[in-house]
């Protein structure tokens, strides 16, 4: 089963994909952001396309716990995608996603001026991989 990670952000969506497998993350594409409900649409569509069986989008935390303003962002978008698309769709935690992201390229020696720009398929890479292992463990 195919699983689409999303990386809600103000500005653009990011988009991953995992292999059929569900064992790899890749980057799919990123989506600018227009509104909550064209968004959703776009997802949804994008994640028919890829005959995706689940997807997950990444929510972020404060240090008490509760989702923060951008957490609740990311989980209103998952409302409205839920009544765009019978797909299921799961939230995760998504802390930390760009800067893992960010650290991953530099480990893998990209250089300064290809990695310069936005993180935001490479967050979603970091928060599929990281459900797709949590998931393998258990």
Do not use: C
Request: charged share 30%; hydrophobic share 40%; net charge negative.
């Amino acid at each position: 089963m195919r699983i689409l990670a999303v990386d809600h952000g103000e500005k653009r969506i990011g988009l991953a994909l995992s292999d059929p497998t569900a064992t790899i993350a890749s980057p799919l594409r990123v989506v600018k952001h227009i509104s909550r409900a064209i968004d959703a649409a776009q997802v949804a569509d994008i994640a028919t396309q890829n005959e995706v069986g689940l997807i997950v989008i990444g929510q972020s935390f404060d240090e008490e716990g509760d989702p923060n303003p951008a957490g609740r962002r990311a989980g209103r978008f998952a409302d409205e995608l839920k009544n765009q698309t019978n797909i299921p769709v799961e939230m995760w935690d998504e802390s930390f996603s760009t800067q893992d992201a960010r650290a991953a390229r530099i480990e893998l020696g990209v250089s300064r001026k290809k990695r310069a720009g936005h993180q935001d398929e490479f967050a979603a890479v970091a928060i599929l991989q990281s459900y797709l292992e949590s998931n393998r463990k258990s």
